[in-house]
């Protein structure tokens, strides 16, 4: 069973910095996955941040945070972080990893950030606060 834990959440104010990470466990050695990042702020819809393939590493932005975030993994693949710049009283939110596991590569891009795509697991969250 995959297990996802998020943390590194924390208030900050407008302008600040948090590094976030996703850790993951129960892969197969075989298996092929892709990470996502997602926030859910109150009363407003989940939306996908960012997201990147174990198999090369590509990676994928949305626009709202191109630039600004930066996600990556360590090299054993084991976790996953995202790098919050220049945060924005927006982007405060919780913020979700999610795993897609497939037996071929995973391929990212706008469709592993859409709310239609289908992730096999989910972390519970942490909790992002920008304010001043």
């Known amino acids: 069973q995959v297990q996802l834990v998020e943390s590194g959440g924390g208030l900050v104010q407008p302008g600040g910095s948090l590094r976030l990470s996703c850790a993951a466990s129960?892969?197969?050695?075989?298996?092929?996955?892709?990470i996502g990042w997602f926030r859910q702020a109150p009363g407003k819809e989940r939306e996908g941040i960012a997201s990147i393939s174990s198999h090369d590493g590509s990676v994928y932005y949305a626009d709202s945070v191109k630039g600004r975030f930066t996600i990556s993994k360590d090299n054993a693949g084991n976790t996953v972080y995202l790098q919050l710049n220049n945060l924005k009283t927006e982007d405060a939110a919780v913020y979700y990893c999610?795993?897609?596991?497939?037996?071929?590569?995973?391929?990212?891009?706008?469709?592993?950030?859409?709310?239609?795509?289908?992730?096999?697991?989910w972390g519970q969250g942490t909790q992002v606060t920008v304010s001043s």
């Open positions: 129960g892969f197969l050695k075989e298996d092929y996955y892709a």
């Open positions: 999610a795993a897609d596991v497939s037996f071929r590569p995973v391929r990212v891009g706008p469709l592993s950030l859409s709310t239609r795509y289908q992730y096999d697991y």
